[in-house]
């Protein structure tokens, strides 16, 4: 059973920073991809950056140039820096894991964890 253990999250003004981190503490899958859902009051939830094992990223339009995904495969914990935050990034973030075990594929989640931005 893999639990995802999400920390970071809390509440800053427009312009500040917040560092995301997500692990998957004692996982014998192997993990390919990890990365950041977010979900606003009375919106879809919608991916904000992801990273392969091999390190390519992807990020929504709306973080580019702002948010940073990274990884450490060691400790198969992803990271999210938040830069130059904007009351619109304020949503609920929730950690996702895409693991493999032989053919079968799983997709695990955090519980999440509050983003607040003021203005």
């Known amino acids: 059973q893999v639990r995802l253990v999400e920390s970071g999250g809390g509440l800053v003004q427009a312009g500040g920073s917040l560092r995301l981190s997500c692990a998957t503490p004692g996982t014998i899958f192997s993990i390919n991809t990890m990365g950041w859902y977010r979900q606003a009051p009375g919106k879809q939830r919608e991916l904000a950056a992801h990273i392969t094992r091999g390190g390519t990223t992807t990020y929504a339009d709306s973080v580019k140039g702002r948010f940073t995904i990274s990884s450490d495969n060691a400790k198969n914990t992803v990271y999210l820096q938040m830069n130059s935050l904007k009351p619109e990034d304020t949503a609920v973030y929730y950690c996702?894991?895409?693991?493999?075990?032989?053919?079968?594929?799983?997709?695990?989640w955090g519980q999440g964890t509050q983003v607040t931005v003021s203005s």
């Open positions: 996702n894991v895409k693991a493999t075990w032989g053919a079968s594929t799983y997709d695990w």
